[in-house]
């Protein structure tokens, strides 16, 4: 069935240094790769997305890229401050048979970022 | 604030009791979603309405669990006779497409 593996799990950072997060994905027809922060107590936040047909999105220190052929993505933070401390979870959107748009999440990452 | 509403945030219920929870979308968002996400996992989807129908379900809803969206507005998500493993954050996001969605704050649910 489908499946998306994220790595790491946990991710120690010191303050100003860069974050990379990788997550596969098992359905090659997928066409769209959001990613979402969350904090404790509270609902994901999407932060980024992308979709099947561009290999890059940047939006300020957020990057995310993607290689359709590995059937992988990942995502970037530089200059990384506190504020950045969350768990972050990969997210794929398996086109067949998916007129809805249900995701399938990853395990999530939990970054934290030392001052 | 215009983002996902749930109702309520935390719910505590003895095993065998039923729950009812409430979403309420982003007011221009057609398609609503429930997912339900346990300690240190990803969310997991349940079911799926585009307006008022219920266009798909997760194996993961059993003969319990139920969910309505009369009028195509807010959503409900009721589960009968709560077991155990019923405890978990339940999330609901809505869309305007088949792309971004957006997540409400959850209601978590214990059941003791």
């Known amino acids: ?19 990379v997060i990788k997550c596969t994905y098992s359905d090659s027809a997928s066409n ?27 939006d300020q220190r957020i990057a995310v890229t993607l290689n359709k052929t590995a059937k992988h993505f990942s995502l970037h933070i530089t200059e990384t401050q506190p504020e950045d401390s969350a768990v972050y979870f990969c997210a ?18 939990e970054l934290s970022v030392k001052p | 604030d215009t983002g996902v509403s749930q109702d309520p945030r935390h719910k505590i219920t003895k095993r065998g009791q ?4 409430r979403c309420d979308p ?14 240190g996992q990803g969310p997991e989807f349940l079911t799926y309405f585009q307006n008022e129908a219920q266009l798909e379900k997760s194996r ?8 309505e969206r009369p009028k195509g507005s807010f959503s409900t998500l009721e589960i009968q006779r709560t077991e155990q493993g019923d405890s978990a954050m339940y999330l609901c996001a809505s869309s305007r497409t088949t792309y971004e969605q957006y997540f ?9």
């Open chain 1, 32 to 58: 769209y790769f959001p990613w979402y922060k969350q904090e404790l107590g509270k609902g994901p936040q999407l932060i980024i997305d992308i979709r099947s047909n561009v290999g890059e999105k940047k």
């Open chain 2, 18 to 21: 039923n729950v009812t929870f």
């Open chain 1, 92 to 109: 794929a959107k398996p086109s067949l048979g998916n007129q809805g748009g249900k995701l399938i999440f990853g395990q999530g990452t």
């Open chain 2, 104 to 112: 409400g704050p959850g209601t978590r649910l214990t059941v003791t």
């Open chain 2, 60 to 67: 993961l809803l059993s003969d319990r669990f139920s969910a």
């Open chain 2, 26 to 39: 982003i007011s221009e968002h057609n398609r609503l979603y429930w997912y339900r996400q346990t300690l």
């Open chain 1, 1 to 19: 069935g489908e499946n998306v593996e994220q790595h790491p799990s946990t991710l120690s950072v010191q303050e100003g240094d860069s974050a």
